[in-house]
């Protein structure tokens, strides 16, 4: 008997190799690498023929209905709610209240009249019943404790729901498939399979999905291809705040955000976050500076803060918590080149109060003050939000959809703001405006400059 040939691939990247290697030379991880047998394709006998394109005008557009899941925070990040035949990711870190969040979307889908079946691949169905009376979840909902995707796929095909719910992909496992469940292929192959029955029946499929320790998706990048959307449900589990991101949407915008309070009865969608995320805030306390931000549609307001104290290191620490590393050194050099501040002796610390996490240029502005603040130690002028990118040399930039973010922040009693010049800006009532063009300008205003 000829023996079965295998190979080694990357459970990160899905890199294959003929051996086994210590580390990845495509993602660079170590330790990834996991034996699996190859997969043949079988030789057909039949013959491939050309097939004739359409022409771009002939296609008829069937417009796709949406199905409000009944959370109006869910259905903003999905763009109005979950369109049918879709498939759906939902990706983030184990305890974070992802089956959670499914089960209440599952109930508040069945109300509205439509079927679901729900697969708990890593629960029993007394487990999720124990969870859904702790919710108060209840509706048409079908339990179907599996892992196995072909019996899922059948039952799927024979009970016909309207939403497909399938905790997690990294459970499932393909009976024709060798490997171990979660491994590439097996991942690979299940949310094929998934796919195939969402497009041809018109089922719409929900998957929740596992994350590395650095953050992204486990398993292969192609899950994120496959999909039509890719929901990132993000959260501090030392804090109640959770937000749902989304990373991509062939349906509606991307970088949307929806934004709920874990409680005891389950998640609540907040509508107005801004006043929650500004509670508690000292305003006579220097290294501190609120942001206008905008995720999406929606604009928020959160509090930079930052503090810097002498090092006894030979190294300095830079730390940051919800704004990238790179950006808080890259402000950091600004400050030392064009304001003349000195951080080469000093341990810098940033974060964004409440778990928020901000990857917009908008932060730049209100970052440099919150640090130079914190250098000086002097607070920055009561009642003033900022926000606006900074350039290399020191110049401030416009950002979009400013006159939002000063609505927002008028709204919340804020009495000026310090922004970067934008001629297209209209006056917002109660809101004093000061454009700077450069960053000492914007320090001097701020009354943080030394």
């Known amino acids: 008997m000829a023996k079965q040939r295998t190979s080694w691939r990357c459970q990160q990247c899905g890199y294959a190799a003929p051996r086994w290697l210590g580390r990845c030379p495509d993602c660079g991880e170590y330790g990834t690498l996991v034996e699996e047998a190859e997969e043949t394709l079988a030789q057909s006998s039949s013959r491939a023929f050309a097939r004739a394109p359409l022409a771009l005008d002939d296609v008829v557009v069937v417009a796709s209905g949406r199905t409000p899941v009944g959370i109006p925070e869910f259905d903003r990040v999905l763009g109005g709610g979950l369109v049918q035949g879709s498939l759906v990711l939902l990706a983030g870190e184990p305890g974070i209240g992802k089956s959670t969040l499914l089960l209440q979307a599952a109930a508040a889908i069945s109300r509205g009249g439509s079927s679901v079946l729900y697969v708990c691949g890593e629960e029993s169905a007394e487990q999720v019943k124990l969870r859904a009376q702790r919710l108060g979840a209840s509706g048409d909902i079908s339990l179907l404790p599996e892992t196995d995707i072909a019996i899922v796929e059948a039952t799927a095909l024979s009970e016909g729901p309207s939403l497909l719910i399938v905790d997690s992909i990294q459970t499932m496992s393909d009976p024709e498939l060798s490997g171990v469940p979660g491994s590439v292929g097996q991942v690979r192959a299940c949310a094929a ?238 809101m004093g405006l000061s454009r700077p063009r450069l960053l000492g300008e914007a320090l001097h205003i701020a009354g943080v400059s030394r």
């Open 193 to 430: 399979r998934l796919m195939r029955l969402a497009k041809q029946k018109g089922i719409t499929v929900l998957l929740v999905g596992h994350v590395t320790k650095d953050g992204t998706i486990a398993g292969p990048r192609v899950l994120e291809h496959l999909v039509d959307t890719v929901l990132s449900f993000e959260g501090d589990r030392d804090h109640t705040l959770r937000i749902v991101r989304a990373m991509k949407n062939r349906f509606g915008s991307v970088s949307e955000i929806g934004i709920f309070e874990m409680e005891e009865e389950g998640l609540r969608a907040m509508g107005q976050p801004s006043g929650a995320l500004l509670a508690g805030r000292t305003e006579d306390v220097a290294g501190s500076c609120v942001m206008a931000a905008m995720e999406g549609t929606r604009p928020i307001l959160v509090e930079v803060q930052a503090l810097v104290t002498p090092s006894y290191l030979q190294m300095p620490r830079r730390l940051a918590t919800g704004i990238e590393t790179g950006r808080v050194l890259q402000v950091l050099a600004v400050l030392e080149r064009r304001a003349g501040m000195a951080f080469g002796q000093h341990d810098v610390y940033v974060s964004v109060a409440g778990g928020v996490r901000i990857a917009e240029p908008g932060i730049d502005l209100p970052l440099a003050l919150a640090i130079a603040s914190a250098r000086t130690d002097c607070r920055v002028v009561s009642g003033a939000v900022a926000f606006g990118e900074l350039g290399l040399t020191g110049e401030l930039r416009a950002v979009r959809q400013a006159e939002a973010r000063l609505r927002e922040a008028a709204r919340l009693g804020f009495t000026s703001a310090v922004i970067a010049p934008d001629g297209a800006l209209p006056q917002i009532h109660g």
